[in-house]
């Protein structure tokens, strides 16, 4: 049994640990969604979980946090002075008032990183991506706070021989976990109102996600197998207006329907018969994990993490980015082929369940909190 307490420095005594979550913003996303999730599954095993938000109080995500029982202090308020959100920061985090710090964004890690000298906690770095971070101060935040963080995490397999050649010098000790799901969930499908098959597209609406590529295969589809489909787009970000009318003009004949970001998972996935990922970059994609929770089968590009998730045949169906004819290809598979949907289904639904339960993830970070306090 993996225990909640942390031994405090120079003390006897021992108490349930403080986790701090540290992000951006609590807009929505998918790093900010696991972090949620694994702060309210740290709250169940008796953790203190709390979450620093560089965003604003009315961020998206703030009212969930607090109804799964951990707390949000908000230090992005354009109101607040710089020395009231210095005060209330160092008032969450400052000293020994926690014992760990975990860190799930590049940019939440920059607004943090002057505060480091101040704080008392282990510091975990958390990569949710695989990507380099292109601009130089990127480079320069980096060499800054390398003598601060005791251990970056990853949540591929990938991430850490990429992160090799992210920034130089920098060898911090590093831990492949990968991100996890309630399984223990069912959803509801009924069919959809106009009789079409639903694809869905979950995530932020911005061109790595790929959605130009996805209306590109769709048109390659012949005409009565559009007339049988719709697109049902959950997410929202800066390409919505031409994405909207780039479905309009490339999918005339198709059901193209934006629903905006929506915080209701059972909502999302009720509305969904395949989920398709057409991004050309990836990490562990929350989407494909929830959708198999859910026995919903997955279409995805090879990309990033998705190759683990989605094993071909097996959990579902992987497609090169950028090709349209294969993924218009998978697309007619498994809008014609009940069976072979129904198969990937239940393998997905399996293979989650067994390797990426939301439970499994929070006790190998507790883990880890308790290997780097014991040294």
């Excluded at 992005?76 to 020395?83: I, T």
């Excluded at 002057?114 to 990569?127: C, D, H, K, N, Q």
């Excluded at 005339?252 to 915080?263: E, I, K, N, S």
């Amino acid at each position: 049994m993996v225990s909640t307490e942390l031994a405090l420095q120079g003390t006897s005594t021992a108490r349930a640990a403080t986790v701090v979550h540290v992000v951006s913003s609590l807009q929505m996303g998918g790093a900010e969604r696991v972090m949620l999730d694994l702060a309210g599954a740290q709250v169940r095993l008796g953790l203190q979980a709390r979450v620093l938000n560089f965003g604003a109080d009315d961020d998206f995500l703030v009212q969930e946090a607090r109804s799964l029982g951990v707390d949000v202090f908000s230090v992005g308020d354009p109101s607040l002075r710089s020395w009231q959100r210095s005060r209330k920061l160092l008032s969450v985090v400052g000293g020994r008032r926690a014992d760990v710090i975990q860190v799930h964004t590049p940019h939440g890690m920059r607004s943090l990183a002057p505060y480091l000298p101040l704080l008392g906690a282990r510091i975990v770095y958390t990569r949710h991506g695989v990507g380099k971070l292109q601009a130089p101060h990127w480079d320069r935040m980096h060499r800054w706070i390398r003598p601060f963080v005791d251990v970056v995490t990853f949540v591929t397999p990938e991430g850490p021989a990429a992160a090799a050649g992210w920034h130089r010098g920098w060898k911090q000790p590093s831990v492949v976990i990968e991100n996890g799901v309630d399984t223990d969930v069912e959803t509801t499908r009924s069919p959809a109102p106009d009789g079409r098959l639903r694809l869905g597209s979950v995530g932020r609406l911005v061109a790595l996600k790929g959605h130009s590529f996805l209306f590109e295969s769709l048109a390659r589809l012949p005409g009565e197998l559009r007339s049988r489909v719709s697109v049902e787009i959950f997410g929202d970000g800066p390409d919505r207006r031409p994405l909207a009318a780039s479905a309009a003009e490339a999918l005339p004949d198709v059901p193209v329907r934006f629903h905006g970001a929506v915080m209701e998972r059972s909502r999302i996935y009720g509305e969904i018969d395949i989920l398709v990922v057409s991004s050309r970059s990836e990490g562990m994609s929350m989407a494909i994990m929830e959708a198999m929770a859910r026995r919903i089968p997955v279409i995805a590009t090879s990309v990033g993490g998705n190759p683990v998730l989605v094993r071909h045949e097996e959990t579902g169906l992987l497609v090169p980015y950028g090709e349209a004819e294969p993924m218009a290809a998978a697309i007619t598979r498994l809008t014609s082929d009940q069976a072979l949907a129904g198969r990937l289904a239940e393998g997905g639904r399996e293979f989650i369940s067994r390797e990426y339960s939301l439970e499994r993830m929070a006790r190998r970070y507790v883990e880890l909190y308790a290997l780097e306090s014991s040294g």
